[in-house]
């Protein structure tokens, strides 16, 4: 979105007819994204809010929203200009565009609310429809049936059959226009569901999520969630998520993370009338302020005093603008967490200024209670707001899956450091997904019990004061696994530099909290490893060898204190700096043990000044891997992305199996595209979306994948900024960033 400013802002430029209707995304956080959608009125950038406009009450001027505020496309009603002649007669002349003094987009509903208000609509299914299309929207709704939140089961899913039986019809009348197909489903999450599956079917361009102003109303914001939960997941990832009638900004945050698109509110104008400001820490009245909650340059010459004193039809413009600066203000931002990867973070700060959404962020991030777990077990306990909010129904375990899908939408390492925000950090998606990662792909050097010594009690790096105590353990103790513990979880010496684990930005008694044993078996079962005897080591002492060689005796793994010949060190260290190549090719690039060893079986490696692993080099002298300072990552080269392709027997294929347990062990995931994409991407140009013919279903947005010809060829590598379900359905965008040359062949 624009800066604001005081200047006329050009009008602006329509689409190329090929890209009429479509949809892209630009940045990803999981589900969330930035993205652009294509209209003969301009490019709508997403995240985005469209006013809602009453053509017969205009508290803010359309011309104004575009030319000062920089809004790209606004809201408003077909039924109302539809009902009023005046209003019909000036928008079919001469277009919705000119009766509103409006550029941009507009987007048009079809009265489907005003039934909700006050009953029923006195316009036909296609008659709105062919209106709408006869006065220029860029984007039509269909008259749908509005589910409320107290209709019975039956009634609800008779308003979800009865929408999608009039979509087909809708969108012949469209004749082309860009058509809204809405969700209903009430607060069942079956019906949701159902609706999301049967309007996907159709080829609508945008899905609002219809029948949630109640819901909001009453502050039920679990429900709201829950209903997103059902919804997102159905939809074609290909077309945006439209939130109908929601905007007040204590929500986007939350919303966004859980993969809305748009956004549409009177709520600007409608508290102003009733002066009343909006704010991302919730509602506030002017009667009550002394200074403003957030200043924004409507109010700089004003105080709240200064304008309890203005006339009602005065104050009320100002603060419908103050309004609205404040909710654009917040959606920046929020856009700005989706640039920075930090959007869930944004969403846990925004849910303490509500107790209904505090309750909804904790229900959503927070595994439900045992199944079969009696209340009777709970009604003597004080449980903290966490526990308090687990599930406890016997059908709480069903939005689970639901939850997994977000999470493995997410991409596990950030570029930054991984700011606490208390408890409700662990629960954040992506360090979730890099648990899960972690678990499910690396494996301890003995595939049987085993000593384990935990260091605990400093925060990283570890490698300069550890290193020396883990190649004389190495050597001492070879059976002794070596792990880490960090705020967010266990992992292995061998990846202590990995983020998020070992980039954690908080206090430093984070490290130093007493660990609990059967905790800590509960986390190394589910990462293989089943321990005979448990030792923690507080690596915060000043001798610490000495410390761990009276630890390892007390337990009797050692019968004297460690000492090492320096003489042995350099082959010790070696040995840890491939183990550490291993793991991480292992974890980070999915290649099985087997793979990777053959990988590095006769690499050598060029130290940095600190002592770290700069460039793996292959048998030939040839660079082929780098360990990422940054993120503790891997960047592979083009003969890197050769040697992988080489772990690889078969082609990627979008009809492989979709079970994610049979995945592990796979490499890098593959896309395919078609040959006439080849020369280029061998020059180096990046993978465009309607390009793509098949793609490894382990394909994450923000991981590293191989691109093959149809042919079986490697002809690059990259970064992809998709998953496999968005590969093939999005027809507009980058899909992989490009990081390699193959316009030179090489041996």
Same mark, same amino acid.
């Given at each position: 979105?624009?800066a604001?400013?005081?200047?006329?802002?050009?009008?602006?430029q329509?689409?190329?007819?090929?890209?009429?209707?479509?949809?892209?995304?630009?940045?990803?956080?999981?589900?969330?994204?930035?993205?652009?959608?294509?209209?003969?009125?301009?490019?709508?950038?997403?995240?985005?809010? #469209?006013?809602?406009?009453?053509?017969n009450i205009?508290?803010?001027?359309?011309?104004e929203?575009?030319?000062?505020?920089?809004?790209?496309?606004?809201?408003?009603n077909?039924?109302?200009?539809?009902?009023h002649?005046?209003?019909?007669?000036?928008?079919?002349?001469?277009g919705?565009?000119?009766l509103?003094?409006?550029?941009?987009?507009?987007?048009?509903?079809?009265?489907?609310?005003?039934?909700y208000?006050?009953g029923?609509?006195?316009?036909?299914?296609?008659?709105?429809?062919?209106?709408q299309?006869?006065?220029?929207v860029?984007?039509?709704?269909?008259?749908?049936?509005?589910?409320?939140?107290?209709?019975?089961e039956?009634?609800?899913?008779?308003?979800?059959?009865?929408t999608?039986?009039?979509?087909?019809?809708?969108?012949?009348?469209?004749?082309?226009?860009?058509?809204?197909?809405p969700?209903?489903?009430?607060?069942?999450?079956?019906?949701?569901?159902?609706s999301?599956?049967?309007?996907?079917?159709?080829?609508?361009?945008?899905?609002p999520?219809?029948?949630?102003?109640?819901?909001?109303e009453?502050?039920?914001?679990?429900?709201?969630?829950?209903?997103?939960?059902?919804?997102i997941?159905? #939809?074609?990832?290909?077309?945006?998520?439209?939130?109908?009638?929601c905007?007040?900004?204590?929500?986007?945050?939350?919303?966004?993370?859980?993969?809305?698109?748009?956004f549409?509110?009177?709520?600007?104008?409608?508290?102003?009338?009733?002066?009343?400001?909006?704010?991302?820490?919730?509602?506030y009245?002017?009667?009550e302020?002394?200074?403003?909650p957030?200043?924004?340059p409507?109010?700089?010459?004003?105080?709240?005093?200064?304008?309890?004193?203005?006339?009602?039809?005065?104050r009320?413009n100002?603060?419908?603008?103050?309004n609205?600066?404040?909710?654009?203000?917040?959606?920046?931002?929020?856009?700005?967490?989706?640039?920075?990867?930090?959007?869930?973070?944004?969403?846990?700060?925004?849910?303490?200024?509500?107790?209904?959404?505090?309750?909804?962020?904790?229900?959503?991030?927070?595994?439900p209670?045992?199944?079969?777990?009696?209340?009777?077990?709970?009604?003597?306990?004080?449980?903290?707001?966490?526990?308090?909010a687990?599930?406890?129904?016997?059908?709480?375990?069903?939005?689970?899956?639901?939850?997994?899908?977000i999470?493995?939408?997410?991409?596990?390492?950030?570029?930054?450091?991984?700011?606490?925000?208390?408890?409700?950090?662990?629960?954040?998606p992506?360090?979730?997904?890099?648990?899960?990662?972690l678990?499910?792909?690396?494996?301890?050097?003995s595939?049987?019990?085993?000593?384990? =010594?935990?260091?605990?009690g400093?925060p990283?790096?570890?490698?300069?004061?550890?290193d020396?105590?883990?190649l004389?353990?190495?050597?001492?103790?070879?059976? #002794?696994?070596?792990?880490?513990?960090?705020?967010?979880g266990?992992?292995?010496?061998?990846?202590?530099?990995?983020?998020?684990?070992?980039?954690?930005?908080?206090?430093t008694?984070l490290?130093?909290?007493?660990?609990?044993?059967?905790? =800590?078996?509960?986390?190394l079962?589910r990462?293989?490893?089943?321990a005979?005897?448990?030792?923690i080591l507080?690596?915060?002492?000043?001798?610490?060898?000495?410390?761990?060689?009276?630890l390892?005796?007390?337990?009797?793994?050692?019968?004297?204190?460690?000492?090492?010949?320096?003489?042995?060190l350099?082959?010790?260290?070696?040995?840890l700096?491939?183990?550490?190549?291993?793991?991480?090719?292992?974890?980070?690039?999915n290649?099985?043990?087997?793979?990777?060893?053959?990988?590095?079986?006769?690499?050598?490696?060029?130290?940095g000044?600190?002592?770290?692993?700069?460039n793996?080099?292959?048998?030939?002298?040839?660079?082929?891997?780098s360990?990422?300072?940054?993120?503790?990552?891997?960047?592979?080269?083009?003969?890197?992305?050769?040697?992988?392709?080489?772990?690889?027997?078969?082609?990627a294929?979008?009809?492989?199996?979709?079970?994610?347990?049979?995945?592990?062990?796979?490499g890098?995931?593959?896309?395919?595209?078609?040959?006439d994409?080849?020369?280029?991407i =061998?020059?180096?140009?990046?993978?465009?979306?309607g390009?793509?013919?098949?793609c490894?279903p382990?394909?994450?947005?923000?991981?590293?994948? =191989?691109?093959l010809?149809?042919?079986?060829?490697?002809?690059?590598?990259?970064?992809s900024?998709?998953?496999?379900?968005?590969?093939t359905?999005?027809?507009?965008?980058?899909a992989?960033?490009?990081r390699?040359?193959?316009?030179?062949?090489?041996?």
């Open positions: 979105m624009p604001w400013s005081d200047d006329k802002r050009d009008d602006p329509p689409c190329r007819d090929a890209d009429q209707g479509k949809f892209e995304t630009t940045v990803r956080d999981g589900r969330a994204r930035i993205g652009r959608i294509h209209t003969q009125h301009g490019v709508l950038e997403t995240p985005a809010l #469209l006013p809602v406009i009453n053509p205009r508290t803010i001027e359309p011309r929203m575009w030319d000062r505020y920089g809004i790209q496309g606004l809201i408003t077909s039924y109302i200009i539809w009902k002649d005046d209003l019909k007669q000036h928008a079919v002349t001469k919705v565009h000119d509103l003094n409006f550029p941009g987009v507009v987007m048009t509903d079809s009265g489907t609310f005003q039934s208000m006050y029923d609509v006195e316009v036909g299914v296609e008659e709105i429809v062919e209106f299309r006869l006065i220029g860029d984007i039509a709704t269909m008259l749908d049936v509005f589910s409320r939140p107290d209709m019975t039956e009634e609800v899913e008779k308003a979800v059959q009865t999608i039986d009039r979509s087909q019809a809708s969108l012949d009348s469209a004749q082309g226009v860009m058509l809204n197909g969700i209903q489903g009430g607060i069942y999450r079956h019906l949701r569901k159902t999301a599956q049967g309007m996907g079917c159709f080829d609508f361009s945008i899905h999520i219809g029948g949630i102003v109640p819901i909001m009453q502050h039920r914001y679990k429900d709201l969630v829950k209903i997103m939960l059902a919804t997941g159905e #939809l074609p990832p290909e077309r945006p998520r439209h939130m109908f009638g905007g007040h900004p204590m929500l986007f945050a939350m919303l966004i993370a859980l993969g809305a698109d748009l549409d509110s009177a709520a600007y104008a409608l508290f102003a009338r009733d002066d009343r400001l909006l704010s991302p820490q919730g509602t009245r002017i009667r302020l002394k200074e403003w957030e200043l924004v409507c109010v700089v010459n004003y105080t709240p005093e200064n304008v309890r004193e203005l006339g009602k039809e005065e009320t100002l603060l419908a603008r103050y609205l600066e404040v909710t654009l203000a917040e959606l920046s931002r929020c856009k700005q967490a989706v640039h920075e990867g930090t959007i869930w973070q944004l969403a846990e700060q925004r849910s303490h200024q509500h107790p209904a959404l505090r309750e909804a962020f904790l229900w959503l991030t927070t595994r209670f045992p199944a079969g777990l009696s209340s009777d077990v709970l009604d003597d306990l004080i449980l903290d707001d966490r526990s308090a687990r599930e406890l129904h016997p059908s709480g375990g069903i939005w689970e899956d639901d939850w997994s899908k999470v493995a939408m997410q991409t596990p390492r950030r570029k930054k450091g991984e700011r606490w925000g208390g408890e409700d950090t662990r629960s954040r992506h360090i979730l997904a890099a648990r899960k990662q678990q499910k792909r690396w494996r301890p050097r595939s049987g019990p085993t000593d384990v =010594l935990i260091l605990n400093k990283g790096p570890w490698r300069q004061r550890c020396l105590l883990v004389r353990l190495a050597h001492a103790a070879p059976d #002794l696994e070596v792990l880490v513990q960090t705020p967010l266990l992992i292995p010496y061998s990846l202590e530099d990995l983020n998020p684990f070992a980039q954690v930005d908080g206090p008694w490290w130093k909290r007493r660990l609990n044993t059967l905790l =800590l078996r509960e986390e079962h990462m293989n490893l089943e005979d005897r448990i030792l507080d690596i915060g002492q000043e001798s610490l060898l000495q410390a761990a060689s009276n390892l005796m007390k337990h009797g793994l050692l019968e004297e204190p460690i000492h090492v010949d320096d003489t042995q350099p082959q010790l260290r070696e040995a700096r491939r183990r550490q190549i291993l793991d991480k090719l292992v974890v980070l690039s290649l099985t043990y087997e793979n990777a060893a053959l990988l590095v079986h006769s690499c050598s490696f060029v130290i000044g600190t002592g770290r692993v700069k793996v080099i292959d048998k030939d002298g040839k660079h082929i891997l360990p990422r300072l940054t993120d503790g990552g891997l960047s592979i080269t083009d003969l890197g992305a050769k040697a992988m392709q080489q772990q690889r027997s078969t082609v294929s979008s009809s492989d199996d979709k079970d994610a347990s049979s995945w592990t062990g796979k890098l995931p593959q896309l395919v595209v078609e040959e994409a080849v020369e280029f =061998l020059r180096g140009r990046n993978v465009f979306h390009f793509i013919s098949s490894d382990w394909l994450k947005a923000g991981q590293a994948c =191989l691109i010809s149809k042919k079986g060829k490697l002809i690059g590598h990259g970064i900024r998709c998953d496999a379900n968005e590969a359905r999005f027809k507009k965008g980058i992989v960033r490009t390699s040359d193959f316009s030179k062949s090489f041996e």
